[in-house]
């Protein structure tokens, strides 16, 4: 089995992302082959290299990981809406208002993946979980609604989602999560998809 995995790299002011710490050390399922790809935070670019890898690898399950402040679990995210609303410049200065992803495209994607048992699974691996019905309005909701369009349009028989990570103690304090927590809760989420897929 392949799983397709992607992070971001840091946006903002930060110089550090969550998502991208994880990413660097989660290891693969047992008999899984993991392929991890890092993404710009950029509108449009981020979606096209993770189209890209999906094309070119053809998994059986794509995770695109992403850090969202303020969070205190791991949230699998349900839904993305075609809306881009940015409350800040991604790493490229756009700032795109009220716009949407695919003009014409479905107002919303839900997620393939087995949310509840990969929730299920992290906090079983001690890690606080909770499904998110809202992927927001940023780069992370413009790439999980881009690859739910492609998986649907396409036909692919693939499982596609997002997961979202709290930021790390050293970002946020009264709002974070530790690394190690973060990685044993996304390796517990994937050895569950891994079963199912």
């Known amino acids: 089995m392949k799983i397709l995995i992607s992070a971001f790299e840091p946006f903002g002011e930060e110089n ?13 399922p047992q008999g899984c082959e993991l392929i991890k790809i890092v993404l710009p935070t950029v509108f449009g670019e981020a979606s096209e290299l993770l189209l890209d ?22 949230t699998p995210e349900r839904a993305a809406i075609n809306c881009m609303d940015a409350r800040i410049p991604d790493n490229a200065g756009r700032q795109p208002a009220d716009e949407a992803i695919l003009p014409g ?51 692919l028989p693939v499982r596609a989602g997002f997961v979202h990570v709290p930021c790390l103690p050293e970002q946020m304090p009264e709002a974070s999560m530790p690394l190690e927590k973060i990685v044993a809760g996304l390796e517990a989420m994937l050895d569950e998809i891994e079963k199912r897929c």
């Open 16 to 28: 550090v992302n969550a998502s991208l710490e994880a990413l660097r050390r989660l290891l693969a």
């Open 53 to 74: 890898a999906l094309r070119r690898e053809q998994p059986d399950a794509v995770i695109a990981l992403g850090q969202a402040g303020g969070r205190k679990a791991l």
């Open 105 to 155: 495209a479905p107002a919303a994607y839900f997620s393939t993946l087995p949310l509840k048992a990969m929730l299920e699974a992290a906090q079983r691996a001690g890690a606080e979980a909770a499904v998110s019905n809202s992927a927001g309005t940023f780069v992370c909701n413009e790439v999980m609604y881009r690859l739910l369009h492609a998986v649907s349009a396409e036909e």
